[in-house]
Nanobody
């Protein structure tokens, strides 16, 4: 079994910054892609920042140049630094990890979600 635990969400004023963390633990034989989705109430969950299997990073246009994804492979942790936050960034943020446990095929695992609210 694999668990992802997120931390770092909260309330921040417009223009402020916030850093999210996501730690993967459990039966991890190999960890492939990791990244972040976010979901606004009543809308679909959207991918906006990710590491690909080859280690490259991809960002949605809405967060490019404001958000930075980073990763510590030794700690099985992915981070999201969010700068210049806007009210439209308000959402529940979910991390994911594509993990091979050594059995079967790699699967995608999810964090529990953390609320980010941008408001004055």
């Amino acid at each position: 079994q694999v668990q992802l635990v997120e931390s770092g969400g909260g309330l921040v004023q417009p223009g402020g910054s916030l850093t999210l963390s996501c730690v993967a633990s459990g039966s991890i034989f190999r960890l492939y892609g990791m990244g972040w989705y976010r979901q606004v109430l009543g809308k679909q969950r959207d991918l906006f920042a990710a590491f690909t299997t080859s280690g490259n990073t991809n960002y949605a246009d809405s967060v490019k140049d404001r958000f930075t994804i980073s990763r510590d492979n030794a700690k099985n942790t992915v981070y999201l630094l969010m700068n210049s936050l806007k009210p439209e960034d308000t959402a529940v943020y979910y991390c994911y990890a594509d993990v091979h446990t050594g059995l079967g095929t790699p699967l995608r695992y999810w964090g529990q979600g953390t609320q980010v609210t941008v408001s004055s």
